[in-house]
């Protein structure tokens, strides 16, 4: 629903000045940050206010002539959209951290301003990273699924053991803010020693988690659980593949909840499948929604969860402020709060 303007005036004196901008909202927005938009009084926008993505050939559509939009990351922004949308649209803000759904280069090209959500996120994905890690390592699955169904005799001596924190080391690929979050979390468990690797060393956050730079094998084959945390870029895409797992030690425990891409699944699934690893814990996948019929869901030790490490209402919320806040940012052409270099 378009607001009116009429509507729009009563939020802001100031803002009745200026002429409204029209945006469109790809998706179902988290009420705080709907709200932020409705008070501004700065915009008209138009919501596709259901739970599913809008389907392309609408989008295309809805798009045509905004100034903004502000989109969630099942919606590929791409020169096909950027063409639809024509040359008035002077801000994308995407409702994620991740910006593998952007064509850079096209926002770049056109002089799009972008704006994305880091920071407000990084303390839900780091506690979901951390359930995700326990729940694999310690066969919680696996576990309630013998307790509901039956499979529940006596106590037996090494009945769904698992591998344990303490004294371990823990494994980062790609460390930034949700890396060091998840080791600040990992700590108090009495990880022995945490190992990662990256383009280049980070020592300014390293230190914060006395973290040590090492290579990609020394990272595959020293880690007893191995998280992933970098982005999806054209040289992450399939990284942890056959020779990674390969590298890997039979024990250890794999767990992603940056991007599904980054995996060649085909080569986690037979990593898995023959023991070459102990279990994965996924929350991002290719595709997703993943098939139910994906032969990652045959195995006991794959954990998937459908992505959901940033799923508190808090932090959903904060999202949405904060793209909404980049958003009115952009248009009235200020500084964002979080804004991409082009
Ligand atoms: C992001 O923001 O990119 C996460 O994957 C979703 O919460």
Redesign the pocket.
């Known amino acids: 629903m378009w607001l009116s303007r009429v509507a729009a005036r009563s939020f802001s004196v100031a803002a009745a000045a200026m002429q409204s901008a029209r945006v469109y909202v790809t998706r179902k927005v988290p009420p705080d940050g709907l709200e932020v938009l409705r008070k501004s009084g700065r915009v008209q926008f138009e919501l596709w206010d259901t739970d599913d993505p809008v389907p392309r050939a609408e989008l295309l559509k809805k798009v045509r002539g905004v100034d903004g939009l502000l989109c969630?990351?099942t919606e590929k922004v791409d020169a096909e959209l950027l063409d639809a949308a024509g040359p008035g649209l002077k801000v994308v803000s995407?409702?994620?951290?991740?910006?593998d759904h952007l064509s850079l280069e096209e926002l770049k090209k056109r002089g799009i301003r972008v704006g994305?959500?880091p920071d407000v996120?990084t303390d839900?994905?780091a506690e979901l990273t951390v359930a995700l890690l326990l729940c694999t390592s310690r066969r919680l699955v696996e576990a309630t699924h013998e307790a509901k169904t039956g499979g529940w005799g006596t106590w037996r001596t090494l009945w769904l053991c698992g591998y344990e924190l303490a004294n371990s080391t823990v494994g980062i690929l790609g460390l930034g803010r949700i890396g060091v979050a998840i080791a600040e979390r990992l700590k108090p468990f009495k990880v022995k020693k945490f190992i990662y690797t990256d383009v280049a060393p980070r020592p300014e956050l390293a230190n914060m988690i006395n973290a040590e730079y090492v290579s990609m094998d020394e990272l595959a084959q020293q880690s007893d659980f191995l998280t992933i945390c970098c982005a999806l870029t054209p040289e992450t895409q399939g990284i942890c593949n056959k020779n990674l797992f390969s590298k890997m030690k039979e024990t250890s425990i794999f767990i992603n909840?940056?991007?599904g891409g980054v995996v060649n699944q085909d080569d986690l699934y037979e990593a898995l499948a023959t023991g070459q690893i102990a279990g994965a814990g996924l929350?991002?996948t290719t595709p997703e929604p993943l098939p139910t019929s994906h032969p990652l869901f045959t195995l006991k030790n794959c954990v998937i969860l459908p992505?959901?490490?940033?799923?508190s209402y808090t932090?959903?919320n904060a999202?949405s402020v904060l793209a909404a806040n980049n958003l009115l940012a952009g248009l009235r052409g200020e500084p964002m709060e979080k804004e991409l270099k082009l």
């Open positions: 969630v990351l995407t409702m994620s951290v991740g910006y994305y959500t996120l839900a994905v909840t940056s991007r929350d991002v992505h959901i490490a940033s799923a932090t959903r999202m």
